[in-house]
Every structure is written in structure tokens, then in C-alpha cells.
């Protein structure tokens, strides 16, 4: 069963950064990419960044592009988000996981994930960002 746990998380004046990390466990890490997902109030979930298995490849979101930037480390199985010059606009619960299977809407706890074999598809608590003076 995969585990998911998301930290780093907090209140930041506009500007400032903030580094979240996301401990997995469960299943053979090195062998997925993994994403980033944020959920503000009243909106979609919105994929942020994926980083490929290896780690040799990343993939931003416009609305974070040249700002955030998606490591992992395989030996630890963990991975990061370092979220530099934040916005009042990035304030939202950050979410770690594998891929979606489908382009992302609605909430993103729930939201149907790759593989969709037996054991992936849960999701962590999330971790609360808000951005604000």
C-alpha cells in the first residue's frame, strides 16, 4: 500500500520560500514519476511539477515556472519541492503522488493515479501553504 507523507509546509510572507518534502513508502519508488499537485480554496487540483523516475527530467506548470523547482532522492525515497519568490496566489494544500491517469480536475484527494494496480492511489494529508503579509 503506498504511503504518502508531505511536510514542510506553513505561513510565508509574499517573496519568501519554503522547501516541502514527500517521504514515500510502499512500493519501489526509484521505479515512478512523481508529481506535485496543489489544491487552492475553491479550485481544481493543479498538477505543479513532475519529475521522471531517474530524476533527469522535469516538467513545470506555467504558474510555477523559474520560481519552483522538483528534486527527489531515490535512496531516501523522498522527494522535494523548493518553492522560491511565492505569491499570494500559491497559497493552497500541496499534495504529492504518482501521475494522474487523466489531466487533473475536481479535488485532488481521490483523483485516479498511475498505475492503477492494487495498492496505488492513496493520498497524504497534504500540506497547507498559505502565502500572505
Known amino acids: 500500500q503506498v504511503h504518502l507523507v508531505e511536510s514542510g509546509g506553513g505561513l510565508v510572507q509574499p517573496g519568501g520560500s519554503l522547501r516541502l518534502s514527500c517521504a514515500a513508502s510502499?512500493?519501489?519508488?526509484?521505479?515512478?514519476?512523481m508529481v506535485w499537485y496543489r489544491q487552492a480554496p475553491g479550485k481544481e487540483c493543479e498538477l505543479i511539477a513532475t519529475i521522471t523516475s531517474a530524476g533527469d527530467s522535469t516538467n513545470y506548470a506555467d504558474s510555477v515556472k523559474g520560481r519552483f523547482t522538483i528534486s527527489r532522492d531515490n535512496a531516501e525515497n523522498t522527494m522535494s519541492l523548493q518553492m522560491n519568490n511565492l505569491k499570494p496566489e500559491d497559497t493552497a494544500a500541496y499534495y504529492c503522488?504518482?501521475?494522474?491517469?487523466?489531466?487533473?480536475?475536481?479535488?485532488?484527494?481521490?483523483?485516479?493515479?498511475?498505475?492503477?494496480?492494487?495498492?496505488?492511489?492513496?493520498w497524504g494529508q497534504g500540506t497547507q501553504v498559505t502565502v500572505s503579509s
Open positions: 510502499g512500493f519501489t519508488f526509484s521505479n515512478y514519476a
Open positions: 503522488n504518482t501521475p494522474p491517469l487523466r489531466p487533473p480536475s475536481g479535488n485532488c484527494v481521490g483523483l485516479v493515479v498511475v498505475p492503477t494496480t492494487v495498492g496505488f492511489g492513496s
